[in-house]
Nanobody, 126 residues
Framework: QLQLVESGGGLVQPGGSLRLSCVVS????????IGWFRQAPGKEREGVSC????????NYADSVKGRFTISRDNAKNTVSLQMNSLNPEDTAIYYC???????????????????WGQGTQVTVSS
């Protein structure tokens, strides 16, 4: 059974940092591109970042570029999202998702991903 589980969300003050993790099971991470998405109340799901199968290709939404870093450890079946300099606009539920195709495109579209985790809440507030 293919499963993705996010963790690491929480409440953080503006300017703070969080590290999200996505642990996968039921499949071999090596064969999947992984994306991080977020959805704030009343807004559409937004692609935040993605990473190709080998980790050699990464892309970021303009809104997080320079603040977020995606990485993966295939041996540990884990993909991480380091989030620095957080601001209230980053508040959302964050999801990781997987797609079999080895393509991490500049436009990170949610409909291109097949498998999803349940999400983890990130709240940035003073």
């Amino acid at each position: 059974q293919l499963q993705l589980v996010e963790s690491g969300g929480g409440l953080v003050q503006p300017g703070g940092s969080l590290r999200l993790s996505c642990v996968v099971s039921g499949f071999t991470l090596d064969y999947y591109t992984i994306g991080w998405f977020r959805q704030a109340p009343g807004k559409e799901r937004e692609g935040v970042s993605c990473i190709g199968r080998s980790g050699g290709t990464t892309n970021y939404a303009d809104s997080v570029k320079g603040r977020f870093t995606i990485s993966r450890d295939n041996a540990k079946n884990t993909v991480s999202l380091q989030m620095n300099s957080l601001n209230p606009e980053d508040t959302a539920i964050y999801y990781c998702a997987a797609r079999r195709r080895d393509r991490c495109a500049k436009n990170i579209n949610f409909y291109e991903y097949d498998y999803w985790g349940q999400g983890t809440q990130v709240t940035v507030s003073s």
